[in-house]
């Protein structure tokens, strides 16, 4: 483990963590244990991951993905952006 990469005294990045890591036990380490290897739980974590990040619908976003949210985002901002020739 590696210490959090805040400032001592904030937690700005505890909070975002603290409720992904909780969805992420109650999803998926405690509905599956007991665990017989490490491996088994970095394979199920792996895939975890990429539902969480690619396949999620997440209701603030529209009920779309994350990823996909993110690349509609950066395509409308690209849309939008201004050009200037010399």
């Excluded at 904030?10 to 244990?33: C, H, V, W």
């Excluded at 990040?53 to 201004?82: D, F, M």
Aim: with cysteine.
């Amino acid at each position: 483990m590696a210490a959090s990469i805040g400032t001592v005294g904030d937690a700005y990045d505890n909070s975002l963590m603290e409720s992904t890591i909780g969805l992420f036990k109650t999803e998926l380490i405690k509905p599956r244990r007991p665990w017989k290897t490490l491996s088994e739980v970095e394979l199920a974590t792996a895939e975890w991951v990429d539902w969480y990040c690619h396949r999620r619908l997440h209701g603030e976003i529209g009920h779309t993905p994350p990823v996909e949210y993110e690349t509609n985002y950066y395509r409308e901002t690209a849309k939008h952006q201004v050009t200037v020739k010399i």
